[in-house]
């Protein structure tokens, strides 16, 4: 149900939650609310937006969930991103990225100019950065949907790093650079289809979006795996009302009622119905 709130396990370390649903603009459905707002032609489609590849992209602003290290230490994050990609090159999942080469950056997660997976976590130092590339290429996965994931575990070292494509852990090679101590939160919108660097530079990726999840926690490979077969899990309580019919023409069946269901008034129809003998779930 859209407008329910995240609840379950998955929500644990929830700070960014977008499932393509259109409400005007891009609704982020996590507690921290930090809504996007569509530019240039970017546009809803049947399953997320769409970007062009030309100027499309969204901006988040500068919200602090978003930034995940203070400049002595980094927290854990992990960005989960479902896309659809008509071109693999250079795709921005989730950046946020000003003038690398003056070392206003905080992150980078996307794929990269050789239709690999990229995660780089930057110092705000010149070219300081932790970094990972796939070594896999997603060429070949081009009009498909793919569900990328990158973890991190704080620790201030690109071993703690790790890149995944429909749940599976890949492969990957360094890509490091300079004395790295920990990210910074810089005054640097968070974007999701584009790199836009100070001086005009830019790059806008070509593809549609479906999800784009992030948590302030690393991950598992178990949860990571999950998430990728069912990208909905944070928005998806356990009920706790079982509705029981003794009634023709729905006599034996069961109807199961979550919290959210419950409190959006979902459940009087029922019970005014021939729907009977309400039994709370514990």
């Known amino acids: 149900m859209f407008g329910q709130q995240p609840s379950g396990p998955f929500a644990d370390g929830l700070v960014f ?30 399953e997320g937006v769409d970007f062009d590849g030309n100027s499309d992209y969204i901006d988040f602003g500068d919200p602090d969930a978003l930034t995940f290290g203070d400049g002595s230490s980094d927290t854990p994050f992990t960005i989960v991103g479902r896309v659809f990609l008509r071109d ?28 690999g997976l990229r995660f780089n ?11 990972r590339d796939s070594s896999a290429t997603f060429t070949a996965r081009q009009n498909t949907w793919i569900c990328f994931a990158g973890t991190y575990d704080g ?33 640097i919108s968070a974007i999701t ?8 530079s830019a790059t806008f990726g070509n593809g549609i ?15 990571i795996a ?24 729905a006599a034996g069946q069961v109807i199961l009622i979550t919290k959210a269901e419950q409190e959006y008034g979902l459940m009087l129809p029922w019970l005014m119905s021939e729907w009977l003998y309400p039994n709370p779930i514990q």
């Open 155 to 187: 620790s201030g070292s690109n071993t703690g790093i790790k890149l995944y494509a429909d749940g599976l852990l890949l492969a990957d090679t360094d890509n490091n650079a300079g004395a790295y101590t920990a990210m910074e939160n810089l005054s």
């Open 121 to 131: 976590i930057f110092d705000n130092v010149v070219s300081a950065r932790i970094a």
């Open 193 to 200: 289809g584009a790199t836009l660097l100070d001086g005009g």
């Open 226 to 249: 999950e998430l990728s077969r069912n990208p909905d899990l944070p928005m998806q309580e356990e009920p706790i009302w079982q509705l029981f019919s003794p009634a023709a023409p």
């Open 88 to 115: 693999a090159t250079d795709f921005p999942i989730l950046d946020k990225l000003k003038d690398v080469g003056a070392g206003e950056a905080e992150y980078y997660f996307g794929t990269n100019g050789s239709d």
């Open 209 to 223: 979006m479906s999800h784009l999840i992030v948590y302030r926690r690393r991950l598992s490979a178990g949860e």
């Open 17 to 46: 939650y977008f499932r393509g649903i259109e409400a005007g603009n891009v609704v982020d459905e996590s507690l921290y609310k930090n809504h996007g707002t569509l530019i240039a032609t970017a546009h809803f489609v049947g």
